[in-house]
């Protein structure tokens, strides 16, 4: 089944790149490193799965709500881009055109909202206010421009283009303008998240062994075969204060939420259970993680503690509801 999620979110596959804006998840495989890629690095046992709970089937509000989640859902016929609160309350349409819209990120101050539209005929990455008002077109040209990520200061856009002939990832300033290569290596390098003091970049690569986490300097000069590389896994996100990083981790085949230190170290599963989760966000305080979590047929946002506890399902449209982007 393809899966409504935004191109520049999910587990990449170098053949799915071309299937924008909707892409499907292949199965991968978890292993922990250590240190740099390459040959010779130290490989940790995957993490000893715990007993499997209950998944959560009602929709729960949750009392320490705080800030605004921004997502896509397809429930009225098409991907569009929505906004909650962090409760799941307020559920409200951002956009509204035949395009698939997606892969929405916040502005640092909770002012704008970058975002992706194939509406020109290919992914371009888009700006709007947190009403849907003032929609600007930030990328213009034919390649497949996504994932935007905005630095902690808010003044630059990380993220993945395939406009050189493979997927890389780019900076530009958050009028569109500067736009610069990070990363040139023949693997797919996409998914950037800025680290909240704004030094660093991690981001997935895949160069054809698996997909893993690895972190560069912020103007990318750390080459790739000398960037730290973390964990296998994909889709980074960082903790507020910077300490840990919430991912994506197939273990044993089973799609789940891991939390790790930001050198790498004490992998901690968060999710169990049988449906694919993936798309961590941190609330702004760093004490919840949002996540999609897809059973097969639809899709769902939950939030939970950043220990996995207080699971809580946010929206149960029956569509497909997905990439939860938590801003202030």
């Not at 390459?38 to 799965?49: H, K, L, M, S």
């Not at 990520?149 to 958050?174: C, K, L």
Request: net charge negative; aromatic share 8%.
């Amino acid at each position: 089944m393809m899966r409504a999620l935004a191109w520049g979110k999910g587990r990449p596959s170098q053949a799915m790149w071309k299937l924008a804006p909707l892409v499907g998840l292949s199965l991968g495989v978890i292993a922990l490193a250590s240190a740099c890629g390459g040959e010779g690095q130290e490989v940790r046992p995957a993490p000893t799965a715990t007993t499997t709970p209950t998944r959560v089937a009602t929709l729960v509000p949750s009392s320490a709500a705080t800030g605004k989640i921004a997502f896509v859902s397809n429930r009225d016929g098409n991907n569009e881009v929505y906004v909650m609160n962090s409760d799941g309350s307020g559920q409200t349409r951002l956009t509204r055109n035949p395009a698939s819209d997606t892969s929405p990120a916040w502005s640092p101050d909770g002012s704008r909202i970058a975002f992706n539209s194939d509406r020109d005929g290919d992914s371009e990455i888009y700006v709007m206010n947190p009403d849907g008002s003032g929609e600007t077109l930030l990328t213009d040209n034919t390649a497949l421009d996504a994932g935007a990520a905005w630095s902690p200061d808010g003044s630059r856009i990380a993220f993945q283009s395939d406009r050189d002939g493979n997927v890389e990832v780019y900076v530009m300033n958050t009028d569109g303008s500067d736009q610069t290569r990070l990363t040139g290596n023949p693997g797919f390098d996409g998914h950037p998240e800025w680290s909240p003091d704004g030094s660093r970049i991690a981001f997935t690569s895949d160069t054809g062994t698996g997909e893993a986490i690895y972190i560069m300097s912020a103007d990318g000069s750390l080459e790739m075969n000398t960037t730290d590389k973390l964990a296998t896994g994909w889709d980074p996100a960082w903790s507020p204060d910077g300490s840990r990083i919430a991912s994506t981790f197939d273990h044993e085949g089973d799609f789940e939420i891991y939390v790790i230190n930001a050198d790498g170290s004490d992998p901690t599963r968060l999710t169990h259970n049988p449906a694919m989760d993936n798309t961590a966000t941190w609330s702004p305080d760093g004490q919840r993680i949002g996540f999609e979590s897809n059973p097969g047929l639809n899709a769902a946002i939950y939030v939970m503690n950043a220990d996995g506890s207080g699971l809580t399902r946010l929206t149960d449209s029956g569509a497909w509801d997905s990439s939860p982007a938590w801003g202030r």
